[in-house]
């Protein structure tokens, strides 16, 4: 790249007054300067003169900035394009640095910034943006932009957060944005999944123990809770946590205090909790699977996430992006899906949601044997995932379903033998029977 001043830019407005103005302003800096006031025009000039930035308003008519920074994108994928607005609001701003845009400025143009933006192009200093909060989420769907927007001010409020959504739609790169986003940025992010950690350890885990606490406890443990002090505590899975620990949970979420196992004394501790599940909890609630007072102390904002395909206007942009990291990580030479490729992943179904998309990709990039990655590779890819893995807790959960038909025909519905056989006490089993929606009496032989 030239050196700062050398660079050459291309302008691109449909304001012809403030397109003057800006090309003389920075010849004046020293910089080389193509312009025009048409998007389309815009890519034919890329075509003829190669430039080390682009620089381009965002509504215009036929091609807008968008559009424009989506089509530089696929035919020239590391050049950096500024984007300029008048309507300079929260959303757009999202949508232009998540995107991967360089920067971003509003009308009217402040000099010293847009100065900061090109000698930090120069020196090729990765800008703020590289550190957005929100860089993880590819998105500019309209409803996934404004829960974003949302989150980013919540994210200032010190308040609990609960994030449903199915699986793989991104609940934990949400809260990992919401914390990056927060006061808390600094401190640490601590996530655990409360349905892989078995119901006697998950109280230790959380809350800490005192050395000698129970067998196996040589040393102390601090707890996450205290881990994540000053910082974000993610519990995932959170309608997988026990009734017994629920109440413990709420209790430290009100006390903003904690007590290890096996001591007297509590500790503060100083932790915004965000939660996650992809239960409907308001079931669980009504099946007393979960405390109604916990529920509202950590709903107290929630975020759904939309299943994919709810968003399929999303999937070219995140198979461009995710195609483009993936081919980065790899270090391949693939750039681009075939439009008919880009059709198959739009019309397909995607029940495992975005993880099953990257999932797709990756294996597209691993198996491409041309830079364009034609629609029959994708056909493979999407066969070879078609079911999603499971869950641990759906794994569980079938498994226990399973187990209980099996333990039902075996004792004939007889609930005393069966929990006899499953080392359970009669409520136990019946709890579990009532859970799976599985009466003994049909077990029963007449
Ligand atoms: N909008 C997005 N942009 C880019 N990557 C995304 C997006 N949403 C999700 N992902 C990616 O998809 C994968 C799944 O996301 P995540 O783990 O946040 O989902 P989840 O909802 O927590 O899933 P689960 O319920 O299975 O735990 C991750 O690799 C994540 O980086
Ligand atoms: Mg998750």
């Not at 360089?102 to 910034?113: A, C, L």
Request: charged fraction near 20%; glycine fraction near 4%.
């Amino acid at each position: 790249m030239n050196n700062d001043n050398n660079m050459s830019i291309l302008l691109v407005d449909d304001d012809q007054a403030l397109l003057r103005l800006l090309t003389i302003r920075l010849e004046q800096q020293g910089y080389q300067i193509i312009s025009t006031d048409d998007g389309a025009k815009a890519l034919q000039l890329l075509q003829q003169f190669p430039v080390d930035v682009v620089i381009s308003d965002l509504r215009m008519p036929n091609i807008d900035g968008m559009m424009l920074f989506d089509q530089i994108k696929a035919s020239f994928p590391t050049l950096p394009v500024i984007l300029i607005t008048a309507h300079g609001t929260i959303q757009d701003a999202i949508a232009a640095t998540k995107l991967g845009m360089y920067g971003f400025i509003t009308k009217p143009i402040d000099h010293q910034e847009l100065q900061k933006i090109l000698s930090s192009i120069a020196t090729q200093k990765p800008l703020e943006n590289e550190s957005h909060w929100a860089k993880n989420i590819i998105t500019r769907n309209d409803k996934m932009l404004s829960m974003l927007d949302k989150a980013g001010r919540i994210a200032l409020r010190d308040v609990s957060v609960l994030i449903t959504g199915a699986s793989g739609t991104g609940k934990e790169v949400l809260a990992q944005a919401i914390h990056s986003a927060s006061p808390r940025a600094k401190h640490p992010f601590i996530a655990i999944n409360c349905g892989a950690i078995p119901e006697n350890l998950l109280e230790s885990e959380l809350f800490g123990h005192t050395k000698g606490a129970f067998t196996g406890a040589v040393l102390a443990s601090p707890g996450l809770f205290k881990e994540a002090d000053g910082g974000t505590l993610f519990l995932d899975e959170i309608g997988d946590m026990p009734m017994s620990l629920q109440v413990k949970l709420l209790r430290a979420l009100q006390e903003q205090q904690i007590r290890p196992v096996g001591s007297s004394q509590s500790v503060n501790i100083d932790v915004r909790v965000i939660s996650a599940t992809h239960k409907d909890l308001q079931q669980a609630m009504h099946e007393h699977q979960f405390r109604e007072d916990l529920y509202y102390r950590l709903n107290v904002v929630n975020f759904t996430l939309p299943p994919l395909q709810e968003r399929s206007d999303d999937i070219p942009l995140l198979a461009r992006e995710l195609l483009r990291q993936s081919a980065a990580k790899h270090q391949v030479n693939v750039i681009a899906f075939s439009d008919d490729a880009i059709q198959l992943l739009v019309t397909s179904n995607w029940p495992g949601n975005v993880r099953q998309l990257v999932n797709v990709i990756e294996q597209c990039v691993a198996l491409a044997e041309t830079t364009i990655i034609p629609k029959h590779l994708v056909e493979q890819a999407l066969s070879a995932n078609r079911s999603t893995w499971p869950n641990l807790s759906d794994a569980r959960d079938a498994f226990e379903h399973t187990y209980l038909r099996k333990l039902l025909n075996m004792t004939d519905g007889n609930v005393t033998r069966a929990a006899f056989l499953a080392g359970r006490n009669r409520s136990d089993l019946h709890k579990l029977l009532k859970k799976h929606e599985l009466d003994a009496a049909n077990f029963r032989q007449m």
